[in-house]
């Protein structure tokens, strides 16, 4: 009534009848080749706009963050699929090398804006405070157009009058720093907004800061300075820079 089935031949010494080859799936299909050229896309574009933002002037440094927090996450995103979504390595390497050749590639051939340009320019200081410093004028003055040469960055002069050691002022328009400092343990410094207020009876300053008149009140902050140096000094600062080349 019921037939029975015929026997099974036995196995082989090494049963190696029993086993079949699955098939192996392509390394690199068409919606991996797509996927490799937008992540080779997406590198370049991220290592132009990393080039750029680094480029920019300290006002905008932290577009610089966000580019690198942008590597950041692609790093995390592989590192992700990888553990949990059982990617074979083979795939992970093709894709960090797509992201990270067009990234490199970028990074080299990426927009930038004007680099800092260094200028000469003139200075005058009036002192009131030491009342003994005599004033300096017409001194040479150095002059650094920031990065886009849009604005004066930084004033650095050539040694004022009346000091013992040489001393030498320098203004930072983008950090809101001032300091006179001197070749051995004298720094006088002022920071802040009211630091740069132009006095009332100044003439407006020049497009970019390229000239100007400030009120210094610079205090000394050096716990190493000796009790000859000054503890404050006081003085009328005028400059007048010519503007960057061109490029």
Known sequence: MFRRQPPSPPPGPLGLETLEDEPTPPLLSRRHALLAAALFLGGIAWGSVLRFAVSLPVDAGFLALVGVGVGFAFV??????????????????????????????????????????????????????PEELPSTEGGDLECEWASGRWKIAELRTASLDGFDPPAH???????????????????????????FAAPP??????????????????LQVNP????????????????????????
Do not use: H, K
């Open 201 to 218: 009876d100044a003439p407006p300053r020049g497009e970019g800061d390229r000239s100007g008149v400030l009120d210094l009140t610079l």
């Open 224 to 247: 190493a300075s000796t009790p000859e140096d000054p503890v404050e000094v006081q003085a009328r600062f005028s400059w007048d820079c010519p503007g960057p080349p061109p490029g």
């Open 169 to 195: 002022l320098t203004i930072d328009f983008l950090r809101r720093t001032m300091s006179l400092t001197d070749d051995e343990a004298s720094t006088l410094v002022a920071i802040g907004n009211d630091a």
């Open 76 to 129: 995390l995103a592989l590192a992700i699929a990888l553990i949990f979504r059982a990617y074979e390595v083979g795939r992970v390497v093709l894709a960090s090398f797509f992201a990270i050749t067009g990234a490199a590639i970028g990074l080299s051939l990426g927009p930038t804006v004007a680099s800092p340009v260094v200028v000469a320019g003139v200075f005058s200081f009036v002192p009131s405070l």
